[in-house]
């Protein structure tokens, strides 16, 4: 049986195959014989690379989170203040609803496994953790929680709707959210306070 040795991407071809079967066609689809059909690899494979179907779904996700806090980290690193972290989480929210329904399908297959299976929940726990690093720089951790939490309402909002909202309120919502910051409040109360702070 061939293995890593003779094709070094092997393993990384299952789960993204694992990935595009669950967006196609949803998990309850999923079996080691169709993956395997889909990556074009040998079924021994699958038991060769992972014990069993649940490391597969794991690992796939976890491939799948670091796809996605990679998307916030592009948006959102950069950002050098608060306006610019206003911006970039308005970027994010119409480039996530826009641009990738195979990102969107994967999200909620996930949260959808991990309300029916609290092993999944450190997936979700750790990816909302990571998405709110950049946040945190400009604003204190609730407003952080507060607006990853907004990020992906008007992102599962703006996807499903037949008329998605535009960017004026979807930057109105970010207002709203950011000027009750107690970061800002703190800030107005400091001598040589940023110029950018609401």
Do not use: C
């Not at 610019?84 to 195979?102: C, I, K, N, P």
Request: charged share 30%.
């Amino acid at each position: 049986m061939a293995t890593g040795h003779t094709d070094p991407r092997r393993r990384e071809r299952i789960l993204d195959a694992t990935l595009d079967l669950i967006a196609d066609e949803g998990i309850a689809r999923v079996s080691h014989r169709r993956i395997a059909a889909r990556a074009g690899v040998p079924l021994g494979s699958m038991t060769y690379h992972f014990s069993g179907m649940d490391q597969l779904l794991r690992e796939a996700f976890g491939r799948f989170t670091d796809h996605i806090v990679a998307v916030f980290d592009a948006r959102l690193g950069a950002a050098a203040d608060r306006d610019q972290a206003r911006t970039a989480v308005a970027d994010l929210v119409h480039s996530l609803s826009e641009e990738s329904q195979r990102d969107l399908v994967l999200t909620q297959e996930l949260y959808t496994l991990a309300a029916r299976q609290p092993a999944y929940r450190e997936l979700t726990h750790e990816w909302m953790r990571r998405s709110r690093v950049h946040l945190e720089k400009h604003f204190d951790p609730e407003t952080a929680r507060q607006l990853d939490a907004l990020i992906e309402g008007l992102t599962l909002h703006r996807a499903l709707a037949r008329e998605p909202h535009g960017r004026a309120l979807t930057v109105e919502a970010i207002a709203r959210v950011t000027t009750t910051d107690r970061g800002a409040t703190a800030d107005r109360n400091t001598p040589g306070a940023d110029a950018d702070t609401p």
